[in-house]
């Protein structure tokens, strides 16, 4: 059994419900090994993502791309699959279901959709689901060594702040997870060092009940579930670290903890949605840091030759 199938077959089968897990058997390893998400929709065909490819599951196992064709996924299944992932006691994940996902061993990540139940301008819970995204956690090592000589100021020196910019789905989140590994374990490009990740979407170390299920470092601390503007400042003043790592900023919170972190020489590497420079430097909060000078090295992604293609180089900094 390939690795890819064993994960899906381990980590993820026994929380589906029956009827979803016996579809998803008959997948072959290629199509496991390019599987991205599961998406039960109440009353709505069953729908996997495959790479760039949306598609579907027959009630006979068979695949097909036309939607109309597929399962139709049941009340019983969201029900089921929410009674596996909880262990029977949704009230003991709470906290999780108020923030809209449960990460379950492995790190892989369920979303929730269903009635949000709201106390002023507080979300404090989700009831009447009708839909469940699970994410499968895909942990892709040696992918950000070509950015090392990128951020690192010659062999054995030290890094600087780095921004990943890219659309969704172009491997940002990837590339930040290796770059904290390899820059927390050290080598030719620089020693190691204390490097804190604030993981507001529990993507970046895939913790589950505080434990890290993917290798972000042997020097790393991670935050997990920790509002970014928040974080950063724990971090800068608990934790004292070299780099903090963080992903898809935005808020002009964010940006001031940024630039606390920067007036503190702590490294800044974090990840925006942008498709491009022009695109970046439109937002306000985004100039604003860029005028600043918080980051030294932009690094422009795209899907062109699959996720965590350098497109382009950005030296904010004139080197």
Known sequence: MQPSRHKVFTQIMPYLSPAVACLLEGLNGEQLGTLEEI???????????LDQREL???KHARVHSNLSAGYRVTEED???TLASISDNSLYAFEEDIRRGFITIPGGHRVGLA??????GREVRTLRDFNGICLRIA?????????????????AGGSPVSTLLISPPRCGKTTLLRDLARLISTGGEWGPGCNVVIVDERSELAGCYRGVPQLDVGARTDVLDAC???VGMQMA???????????????RREDGEA???CIHSGVVVLSSVHAANRAELENRPVMKELLALRAFAIGVVLSRRNGPGTIKEIIRWDGT
Do not use: H
Request: charged residues 25%; glycine residues 10%.
């Open 39 to 49: 998406r039960l929709r109440r009353g709505q065909p069953l729908l996997l993502r």
């Open 56 to 58: 579907t599951l027959d």
């Open 78 to 80: 969201i029900y089921r």
């Open 114 to 119: 269903g009635q949000v139940v709201c106390q």
């Open 138 to 154: 895909r942990e892709v090592r040696e992918v950000a060594g070509s950015l090392l000589p990128v951020i690192f100021r010659g």
């Open 227 to 229: 509002p970014k503007a």
């Open 236 to 250: 800068v003043r608990s934790l004292s670290p070299g780099v903090v790592v963080t992903d898809e900023i935005g």
């Open 258 to 260: 940024i630039q606390e």
